[in-house]
């Protein structure tokens, strides 16, 4: 008689519960440190510009360290790295309790323990993204990419909400110890991870931990940390349909950000919403996140995720386009708020319609000794725009109508998609080409 197995008996599935647990707890951890920080030094200095620099020594670092830890990623032991990034994040919090038990809170302590968690989730986000095809079958990597972005949005989802709590309840030094046993699950969900040895990695790249250890001086190290880094970029530059890829991700992120500028504006001095209303629509945003990764979990993988990218990108800057309605036309309080509270719930779902496609091509296509690479210099391609967009949108909304900044927002994120179709397209066919160029060279 045959016995039914479980359904986590595989270790695929075992591995998708594990790392969407590890994450998780990571990501709840970091974002509601993040967020009870930004209260306790708003309340300690009163001044907006100190609660300002609690926003740039998270992103900072993801910006500028992303391309190191892409190379750390392709040439360390991914396993490993995992789990020397969430040690680092207990240290850093347990170090940051003993700073704060001996000498009270103090900025410059404070400032500190975010940049270094900050700099522990880029490797640790980092090396997640790149090892999904060595913790599952390829048949589950849509799933396992559903899963990745699900547990960021359920961890930035909850993070306010339970940070808030905690903040009411606890002092700020029993917080630190909570989040640093938050840290210790994460860290013991890594250890859990059962890593298949990727069959395309070269003898090289497996042989690199060995070669590091052979006795060579920092120059030498810095020499070869500054090639591995212009070989991952060099790679991308090489792939026509990634190097498309990464450019639609560049240009859309800087019109993206308009909705972390101009929406605030708009809900608060334009349409008069409270801040609890307002506060549900980030809500709303997260929701369509979360609700769109689960169902992309169990949805069969897309045979092409170039169309689905492009999809995506249609309707992201429609739904940006709509978003000034309530503006143009008259729209009562309510009435306004329940319009945008369905469109932020279908950018929330659209946005993920976007990165797990991106996600999975970018799986299945490069080579698995530039993965690590390949992801960092999307995620800092994409995020070192951010700030200029805000830059620029912090001027534009105090000038001209928020109407104006959302439609022509939305329009630009259409003329993008339009070039970036022409681009993947043109990609491919390049792509193909050189393919069968390359296989009759072998054959001859």
């Not at 392709?74 to 790295?81: K, T, V």
């Not at 609890?276 to 949805?299: C, H, I, K």
Request: aromatic share 10%; net charge positive.
């Amino acid at each position: 008689m045959k016995t039914k197995k479980g359904y986590f008996a595989t270790p695929s599935s075992r591995n998708m519960l594990l790392f969407f647990t590890g994450k998780l707890a990571s990501i709840l951890g970091s974002g509601m440190y993040t967020f009870v920080v930004g209260l306790y030094i708003l309340k300690l200095t009163g001044s907006g510009s100190s609660f300002a620099v609690t926003m740039i020594c998270g992103m900072l670092p993801r910006i500028v360290l992303a391309p190191f830890a892409g190379v750390m990623a392709d040439r360390m032991n991914r396993h490993r790295l995992l789990i020397y990034s969430d040690l680092a994040a207990v240290l850093t919090l347990l170090l940051a309790f003993l700073t704060v038990s001996l000498g009270g809170v103090m900025l410059l302590p404070i400032y500190a323990s975010l940049v270094l968690l900050s700099v522990c989730s880029t490797f640790y986000g980092i090396s997640v993204s790149s090892s999904l095809l060595q913790l599952v079958d390829s048949q589950y990597i849509q799933r396992a990419g559903s899963l990745n972005q699900m547990a960021g949005s359920i961890g930035n989802l909850l993070a306010p909400v339970l940070g808030g709590m905690l903040y009411s309840a606890v002092p700020f030094k029993l917080f630190m110890l909570l989040n640093a046993a938050g840290f210790t699950i994460s860290t013991l969900m890594s250890c859990g991870l059962s890593f298949k040895r990727d069959p395309e990695l070269t003898e090289s790249a497996a042989d690199s931990a060995a070669q590091r250890h052979a006795g060579r001086d920092l120059s030498n190290m810095l020499a070869e940390l500054r090639s591995s880094l212009t070989g991952g970029i060099s790679y991308v530059f090489k792939q026509p349909v990634i190097r498309a890829v990464l450019i639609i991700v560049f240009w859309v992120n800087f019109f993206v950000v308009s909705l972390n500028i101009v929406l605030p504006f708009v809900a608060v001095e334009n349409l008069s919403f409270s801040s609890g209303q307002y506060g549900t629509l980030n809500a709303m945003l997260a929701a369509g996140m979360l609700v769109m990764s689960l169902l992309l979990s169990v949805r069969r993988q897309s045979s092409s995720p170039a169309r689905s990218l492009i999809r995506g990108l249609t309707s992201l800057g429609m739904l940006f386009i709509a978003m000034a309605l309530p503006l143009i036309f008259f729209f009562s309080t309510g009435s306004a708020f329940m319009f945008l509270l369905v469109l932020m719930f279908l950018t929330g779902s659209t946005v993920m319609n976007i990165n797990i496609p991106i996600q999975v091509y970018l799986q299945q296509t490069v080579e698995a000794d530039y993965r690590g690479r390949v992801f960092a210099v999307v995620e800092t391609a994409s995020g070192a725009i951010a700030p200029a967009g805000m830059i620029l949108y912090g001027l534009l909304v105090d000038l001209l109508p928020a109407a104006f900044l959302l439609t022509a927002s939305g329009l630009a994120i259409l003329l993008v998609t339009l070039l970036g179709r022409r681009g993947l397209k043109s990609g491919s066919e390049l792509e193909a080409r050189q393919n069968r160029e390359a296989e009759v060279q072998v054959h001859a």
